[in-house]
């Protein structure tokens, strides 16, 4: 099984992208769905996270500019970016973790912020 994550590209600050996740393969029962991202020089963090029941997680420096949501489905997620800022310049990665915890990483896709 293999995720790859699109979307990523240059934009100005204060701009928007929309990000996806394509999945080759079956993942059976997945518990929760995400994005992670890794900035230069910095350890990869949690972006935001939709478990089975839709319950969403962000992270504090992204609340209420990003917005996460699923293709229930296709079973894949999608990561909506809004007001985009120098600092989340990143390269960007879906992960998606089943009930059992085994854990998918994708492909990133980079992200980045400048005028």
């Known amino acids: 099984v293999q995720l790859q994550a699109s979307g990523g590209g240059l934009v100005q600050p204060g701009g928007s992208l929309r990000l996806s996740c394509a999945v080759s393969g079956t993942i059976p029962s997945i518990w929760v769905m995400g994005w992670y991202r890794q900035a230069p020089g910095k350890e990869r963090e949690l972006v935001a996270t939709?478990?089975?029941?839709?319950?969403?997680t962000y992270a504090d420096s992204v609340k209420g500019r990003f917005n996460i949501s699923r293709d229930i489905r296709k079973k894949v997620p999608f990561l909506q970016m809004e007001s985009l800022k120098p600092e989340d310049t990143a390269v960007y990665y879906c992960h998606m973790m089943t009930r059992w915890g085994t854990t998918y990483w994708g492909q990133g896709t980079l992200v980045t912020v400048s005028s």
């Open positions: 939709i478990a089975t029941g839709g319950t969403t």
